[in-house]
Nanobody, 124 residues
């Protein structure tokens, strides 16, 4: 059974958080991995993705320079280091994966499996 379990969310005031996504039930190296988020009353959007095929990394413009994605393939875990957090970063953050056969994408429609999300609340 494929499982993606996010952790690390919480309430923070303009500082940093590190999210983790632990994967199991599939061959981690055969998938590209991404972080997405959904703020209240907004559509889910891509935040950052990393490719296990060529190492390419994508960041949404809104998080460039503040967020860093990384992957520990030995632990089947992907991380999202979030620095200089802003209230507009408040959202449920989801981890998702898609097979390498789809190339390197960071699109909701491309993802094959999703985690249940972890809530990040940034106070002003």
């Amino acid at each position: 059974e494929v499982q993606l379990v996010e952790s690390g969310g919480g309430l923070v005031q303009g500082r940093s958080l590190r999210l983790s996504c632990a994967a199991s039930g599939f061959t981690f190296d055969d998938y590209n991995i991404g972080w997405f988020r959904q703020a209240p009353e907004k559509e889910r959007e891509g935040v950052s993705c990393i490719s296990n095929s060529d190492g390419r990394i994508y960041y949404a413009d809104s998080v460039k320079g503040r967020f860093t994605i990384s992957s520990d393939n030995a632990k089947n875990t992907v991380y999202l280091q979030m620095n200089s957090l802003k209230p507009e970063d408040t959202a449920v953050y989801y981890c998702a994966v898609h097979s390498l056969s789809k190339g390197s994408q960071c699109e909701l429609s491309a993802m094959d499996y999703w985690g249940k999300g972890t809530l990040v609340t940034v106070s002003s």
